[in-house]
């Protein structure tokens, strides 16, 4: 359960960006990839937690699950991986390398007007 550490790093970029911004965070877009994928509750929880107290007190935190993309190494073709159905979506190979995943990001935060 990486959540707890996520939830706190990305609190402490918001309260340095509020801070710069001198206003209320509202909101916040984080999009992660597949490997390090968060689980959207922990999430929440471990967030709501670490920014009781904070200017970041109920604001609402939106999780952006980025899909892995794979490419077929026998028709070339570039597609989003599923887990349940691992094979390439043109030709069902399920000979294929992964592309580099999406890394964890904080893409967005909203402040009050
Ligand atoms: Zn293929």
Redesign the pocket.
């Known amino acids: 359960m990486h959540e707890t550490a996520v939830a706190e790093s990305i609190l402490n970029t918001i309260i340095a960006q509020a801070e710069t911004a001198d206003a209320k965070p509202v909101s916040a877009v984080i999009s992660c990839g597949q490997f390090n994928a968060l689980n959207d509750e922990c999430m929440q929880f471990a967030f709501e937690a670490a920014a009781a107290g904070t200017v970041c007190e109920s604001m609402l935190l939106n999780i952006k699950h980025v899909p892995l993309r794979a490419k ?6 570039t ?1 989003e991986f599923d887990v349940y159905k691992p094979a ?6 399920m000979e ?1 390398d992964f592309k580099r995943d999406a890394p964890l990001l904080l893409e967005t935060i909203e402040f009050e007007e």
């Open positions: 077929c190494k026998k028709c070339d073709a597609f390439c979506s043109q030709c069902d190979s294929f």
